[in-house]
């Protein structure tokens, strides 16, 4: 009975560290790669993003360049679940819902005014050291865009 007890307290500790591990693959900040990126000409670039834990939920804070070439800055707190959670300071969104795939892997929506605005997905690669972000979606004048993204650990 104790080998029993200690190896599920084992195993329980693995998972643990296994889902402390999946977390922190896209936590911290990351800098854009514009050489290794395939972004929309004419859009806006997100040059800085942080995803940091705050609580029970997730903040991500973006900085960067939008098209008219002024600084860009938003936010947006909430959980990896697919609901929507509202974002600040985006001219191109007001809500923002991320769902968890699987351990490296998020899936991404965006709304403006309850309409899904952008779509895409992040995904970390294996090392930790980069992180992609593919994404399509409609501009504010509704124009069609792709972009391709990729970003480099802090």
Avoid at 48 to 71: M, Q
Avoid at 85 to 111: E, H, P, Q, W
Wanted: proline residues 2%; contains cysteine; aromatic residues 6%.
């Amino acid at each position: 009975m104790k080998a029993r007890t200690i190896a599920l307290t084992l195993a329980l500790c693995f998972v643990a560290v296994a889902e402390c591990f999946a977390q922190d693959a896209l936590m911290g900040t990351w800098k854009l790669n514009e050489s290794k990126s395939k972004l929309a000409s004419g859009g806006p670039k997100n040059t800085t993003v942080v995803y940091e834990a705050t609580g029970d939920a997730v903040k991500v804070t973006v900085d960067g360049v939008g098209s008219d070439g002024k600084p860009t800055h938003n936010e947006w707190t909430g959980k990896f679940d697919g609901k929507d959670y509202a974002v600040t300071g985006d001219a191109m969104s007001d809500m923002r819902s991320y769902t968890k795939i699987d351990d490296r892997t998020l899936g991404l929506n965006a709304k403006k005014g309850g309409k899904t605005t952008i779509t895409g997905r992040i995904v970390a690669s294996g090392d930790g050291k980069t992180r992609t972000v593919t994404v399509s979606g409609t501009d504010p004048t509704g124009k069609t865009f792709q972009s391709t993204a990729v970003y480099d650990r802090q």
